[in-house]
């Protein structure tokens, strides 16, 4: 099992090209909120990219809502009242994204522990296909994403994989689930680092 969770701070480079995430990750007193607020900087397709983001989940780790907003001025702000349904912060509907549960964005690897930690997979839940809500760090315009989960080593080891089978990596995670290695991806910092 994963851990109770307690206020954690973690960090990651991209292994091409510059560029950091610092992750702070709490809950409330009660449990009954996990905020996940992080700080990016990085490079993706060319294009520089800073950008903060704020993920609210509910005690089971399902995307309450999510806030990103750019340093040159752009933002999303979205949320899910009821799983699977998103909505502007305004409250206008996206059917577009029905059905999608967990999000995606492509500049951290904080969001594949939001499906590990909902869905506690254990090996012999077999592969558990997902649409998430992709957020990619160039158009900041998001759009639904098929993505495979399968638990390779109960509440330590998962293969993420995209749906189009062009991307495939096998995640070790920490007691939070937490990613610790994103082959050529990102790399977590070690503690002293922080």
Not at 18 to 34: F, P, R, Y
Not at 71 to 91: E, F, Q, V, Y
Request: net charge negative.
């Amino acid at each position: 099992m994963f851990r109770a969770l307690s206020q954690t701070t973690v960090r990651w480079r991209p292994l091409e090209g510059e560029g950091l995430e610092h992750l702070t990750l709490t809950a409330t007193a009660d449990g009954a909120v996990i905020r996940a607020v992080g700080v990016l900087i990085g490079n993706r397709g060319g294009a520089p990219y800073g950008a903060r983001y704020r993920i609210d989940c509910d005690a089971g780790w399902q995307v309450r809502k999510l806030m990103v907003d750019t340093t040159d001025g752009r933002s999303l702000h979205l949320r899910s009242d009821h799983p699977g349904r998103w909505a502007t912060a305004a409250g206008a509907a996206l059917p577009e994204f029905d059905g999608c549960i967990d999000i995606d964005l492509a500049g951290t690897p904080f969001t594949n522990t939001l499906p590990i930690r909902r869905l506690t997979l254990d090996r012999q839940a077999g592969t558990v296909k997902l649409n998430m809500l992709y957020v990619p760090f160039d158009t900041f315009e998001p759009v639904v994403d098929g993505q495979h989960y399968t638990c390779l080593e109960d509440f330590r080891l998962y293969r993420y994989e995209a749906e189009d089978r062009s991307f495939a990596a096998d995640l070790p995670v920490d007691e939070d689930g937490l990613v610790i290695d994103y082959p050529t991806l990102f790399q977590r910092l070690s503690p002293e680092t922080i």
